[in-house]
């Protein structure tokens, strides 16, 4: 779903351990890690889509987590102008996502990254909370920072804060 201001409805994911480290993944055949995320359909709550997305990029289920928190408002990004399809309509200029932050509650060999047809991630692993502002894809950096800003304190008591 594309709003009127040009911005794809998505949803983010922060998936945490009980070490107060956060899941990281690199996208399929890259060299790029990120969150996992994806689109909001038409018809689905925020909620929905992030249960959709959590099965269809990592194969957790939502026994498996355990609803933290949530972003206040939608965080967005724009994206880069090469990375724009003119010829689309309606035009994506970028993305707004509420990110959620979801505590893992099973076991990580629940962790499935090829459950779907076609995965989005080749390679997962635990990283420190803060890591991923520096790693991730320069474009989406502003929205990663906001949301942790908004979720880290809720990690584990006495976690880093930045």
Known sequence: MIDSEGFRANVGIILTNDDGRVFWARRMGMD???????????????????????????????EHVEIIGSTDDWLKYWLPKRFIRHNTYPLCIGQKQIWYLLRLIADESYVNLT????????LWKWVDVWDPVEEVVSFKRNVYEQALKQLAPFISAGFGRR
């Open 115 to 122: 459950h779907c047809q076609e995965p989005e991630f080749d």
């Open 32 to 62: 790029a890690w990120q969150f996992p995320q994806g689109g909001i359909k038409k018809d689905e709550s925020p909620e929905s889509a992030m249960y959709r997305e959590l099965k269809e990029e990592t194969g957790l289920e939502s």
